[in-house]
């Protein structure tokens, strides 16, 4: 089990180290951007519901989420970024395969799965090194503010008899007990590599890991999810439109 003592050596490791860069040009960016996640959750409780964090550490396991948003990035000539945007997110867990009897007798397995959808402004500061005249090393950490959108319950049940029914339930309050808090703070740290296939426009693939730092709700339970992804981001760079020197117009 990941515990937050772990989480939190790992974002130490990850913030942007200082690296002399060679970029002789400030670079204005803006990207739309796209990753798929692994997404779980840390459980931190006190000692009278430690046995309901224990149950749900033994009967939950970890989804496949997503983060998608634009990106502006600004690189100063010593190689410092500055990165914001907008993101939509969404992270979960899910409780491993149950099996069941109806009150009819039908005998399944069900499958039931929490999301939980953000609205985030992430701002990040980092370095860039210039590897090439197409090649950039970036390294970046920060914080995103998160505003909770809505909880979706999905569950899928396959009765032995073959047949499969599939539910779901969107909520942007809870019909009941503690409500999520609306804003959630999350820490970002990346490690990317930026690939320039044209003039304008430039690829960067970036393994991301984000993890909550408040918890998602009030609760003697405090949950806090985190995610690891690899982000692709599609930029265009302002003040590109010069000429490249013929040697530049070969990739490498």
Do not use: H
Not at 47 to 60: C, G, L, P, T, Y
Not at 102 to 124: C, L
Not at 125 to 144: A, F, H, P, V
Not at 219 to 246: L, M
Request: charged fraction near 20%; hydrophobic fraction near 35%; proline fraction near 3%.
């Amino acid at each position: 089990m990941i515990t937050t003592k772990k989480l939190l050596i790992l974002l130490l490791f990850s913030v942007p180290l200082v690296i002399t860069a060679q970029e002789k040009k400030s670079v204005s960016q803006v990207g739309l951007n796209y990753s798929v996640d692994y997404c779980y959750r840390v459980l931190d409780s006190d000692a009278s519901v430690q046995w309901i964090a224990d149950d749900r550490n033994d009967s939950e396991i970890g989804v496949i989420g997503f983060n998608a948003g634009a990106t502006y990035s600004y690189q100063f000539k010593k190689g410092l970024m500055l990165e914001a945007g907008f993101q939509f997110t969404r992270v979960g867990e899910q409780y491993k395969s149950i099996t069941f009897t109806t009150s009819q007798g039908d005998v399944g397995e069900g499958r039931f799965a929490n999301y939980y959808d953000y609205a985030g402004i992430p701002i990040k500061i980092g370095y860039g090194l210039q590897l090439g005249k197409r090649l950039r090393l970036s390294i970046m950490s920060g914080i995103s503010t998160n505003f909770f959108l809505a909880r979706q319950v999905r569950s899928t049940v396959n009765y032995y008899d073959g047949t499969t029914e599939n539910f779901s339930s969107t909520y942007s309050k809870e019909p009941f007990g503690t409500q999520f808090e609306n804003v959630n703070v999350v820490s970002v740290s990346s490690l990317g590599i930026d690939i320039r296939v044209f003039r304008a426009f430039s690829l960067r693939f970036e393994p991301t890991f984000r993890y909550s730092i408040t918890p998602i709700m009030d609760a003697p339970i405090k949950q806090r999810p985190y995610s690891a992804g690899f982000n692709t981001t599609v930029f265009y760079s302002f003040g590109s439109k010069k000429k490249v020197d013929s040697k530049e117009a070969v990739a490498p």
